[in-house]
């Protein structure tokens, strides 16, 4: 097979992975945008998704869209009561300290990892997709006559994988329509911009404290319950989500939702190219360069804005 090909698949690959990606991301971006709270258990967030995933979708049984669907509603909905529960009974307590808050979400992490590993256990399991067919991908041949369609024989990808993509796509535009026209987006800018103020307003900062550390957490959990499919559930699987989510959110500008969308898309389109045609681990280290880079010469990150 020629490049061309292998690289339409890599991007593929590697869109699937931005999809994912840009969800848990702007989870984690809309909790420190809003909140200033860095959520170091984020990934074991949305490794909670992808276990519940797997509980649900085994408890309904029959027809495999009928537990995935079941999962998609279940998981990102008691993920997120967590997180809120966790926001009310911890965060509050220690007052939103930027330094207090990234110690209690670390030990809120291993909380999280060590109950899940004491009732679900060390075992990676699967969540059977609602629908998986294999589609024939065309390349365009230039001949003599033009150019003309032909299928590559291994060029193909699968009709979930194409889901993810769109899934995650519907998913970002109702969080930014959210964000942008409707009055609950109103009252998470007005904290956003000046918490203390808000509170004069009226708005109840707690409250809007604690929506947010759970809409965060229910993003996070809905891509893993996207992406479960594919990687299967294992308790250790929210390291690495974690880490690009990090990178993600730095490199496209602390509480900047298109910065992290567009960030997510880089990331996420490299990491996929990179991985099938070098090794993963090349990838997370152009990924760590690049955030080096970001740092040192647009400290607020591509979208973000200078602090005055």
Do not use: C
């Not at 991301?25 to 809309?30: H, M, Q, R, Y």
């Not at 909140?35 to 029959?62: D, I, P, Y």
């Not at 957490?217 to 319950?225: H, Q």
């Amino acid at each position: 097979m020629e490049f061309g090909p292998y690289l339409m698949l890599a991007t593929l690959e590697g869109a699937v992975t931005a999809a994912v990606l840009a969800l848990t991301a702007v989870g984690l971006s809309l909790v420190f945008g809003i909140m200033r709270v860095v959520n170091v258990a984020h990934g074991e967030f949305f490794m909670l998704g992808a276990v519940l995933a797997w509980w649900v979708a085994s408890w309904f049984g029959g027809h495999a869209a009928i537990g995935f669907v079941a999962a998609a509603v279940l998981a990102p909905l008691l993920v997120g009561a967590l997180a809120a529960l966790a926001d009310v009974t911890v965060l509050k307590r220690v007052d939103y300290d930027p330094e207090r808050t990234i110690v209690v979400t670390i030990g809120l992490l291993y909380v999280i990892q060590q109950v899940v590993l004491m009732t679900y256990g060390p075992e990676a399991r699967p969540v059977e997709p609602p629908f998986n067919a294999r589609l024939a991908l065309p390349w365009v041949e230039w001949g003599e006559s033009g150019p003309a369609l032909y299928w590559p024989w291994g060029l193909s990808t699968t009709s979930y994988k194409l889901f993810v993509i769109g899934a995650a796509a519907v998913v970002l535009a109702a969080v930014w329509l959210l964000m942008r026209h409707t009055r609950i987006g109103l009252v998470l800018r007005a904290t956003q911009m000046d918490g203390e103020m808000a509170q004069v307003f009226g708005i109840p900062v707690e409250r809007v404290y604690a929506f947010t550390f759970g809409l965060g957490a229910a993003l996070a959990a809905l891509g893993a319950v996207l992406i479960v499919p594919i990687q299967q559930a294992h308790y250790l699987m929210g390291g690495d989500p974690l880490l690009l989510s990090f990178i993600v959110v730095i490199i496209g500008g602390l509480g900047s939702l298109p910065g992290t969308v567009v960030a997510a898309l880089l990331i996420g389109l490299s990491d996929g190219i990179i991985s099938v045609f070098f090794s993963p681990t090349l990838a997370k280290i152009l990924a760590t360069l690049l955030v080096a880079l970001v740092l040192v010469f647009r400290p607020q990150g591509l979208f973000g804005t200078r602090a005055a």
